[in-house]
T-cell receptor
């Protein structure tokens, strides 16, 4: 799996958009960008994933640059409950065994401030 | 809509005892996984299963045993618990390209 680089921490005001960057300059053509988050003491939660097109769901939007070397996760209206560690992971799409396991880095601690 | 559940949520045991952590999913996902999470190591894969009666080792399988007689259940057994197995254990399941995690079991081995 390609390596990702994320800032260790970020702050965001409640109600504002949170933009979390991720660099993945060595991503391969068949690797997707996945985002998970982990709220303190809970299991990791799937947020969104994409290959090359921008994606949006009820939780967030994912913007992937044209060269696919970086991406941004956008939480449009952050709330206090969005305070968590956010993980950007690049991997092939199919979870078909140990070689396709998720590799969680250190992630970004997003602190949403009231 | 229970999704994926783990039990117990908290467990304290003593060195040398056998402990079984339970994982149950209601989605009929083919793949199930066990991870442990420790400070400084992130999540590490212990075992995974592609289907009932098919299991295989992950990164850190030593000291653990798994079985999967039914699609929905994937128990993890520590045959003789050691202090180094004190950790938070997460079960996950997947039907294709996305893994969904359970709430975790916090295990302390004294």
């Amino acid at each position: 799996d390609a390596k990702t680089t994320q800032p260790p921490s970020m702050d965001c005001a409640e109600g504002r958009a949170a933009n979390l960057p991720c660099n993945h300059s060595t991503i391969s053509g068949n690797e997707y960008v996945y985002w998970y988050r982990q709220i303190h003491s809970q299991g990791p939660q799937y947020i969104i994933h994409g290959l090359k097109n921008n994606e949006t769901n009820e939780m967030a939007s994912l913007i992937i640059t044209e060269d696919r070397k970086s991406s941004t996760l956008i939480l449009p209206h952050a709330t206090l409950r969005d305070t968590a560690v956010y993980y950007c992971i690049v991997r092939v799409g199919f979870f078909g065994g140990a070689t396709n396991k998720l590799i969680f880095g250190t992630g970004t601690l997003l602190a949403v401030q009231p | 809509d229970a999704g994926i559940t783990q039990s117990p949520r908290y467990k304290i045991t003593e060195t040398g005892r056998q402990v079984t952590l339970m994982c149950h999913q209601t989605w009929s996902h083919s793949y199930m996984f066990w991870y442990r999470q420790d400070l400084g190591h992130g999540l590490r894969l212990i075992y995974y299963s592609a289907a009932a009666d098919i299991t295989d080792k992950g990164e850190v399988p030593d000291g653990y045993v798994v079985s999967r007689s039914k699609t929905e259940n994937f128990p993890l057994t520590l045959e003789s618990a050691t202090r180094s197995q004190t950790s938070v254990y997460f079960c996950a399941s997947s039907s294709g390209d996305t893994q969904y995690f359970g709430p975790g079991t916090r295990l302390t081995v004294l």
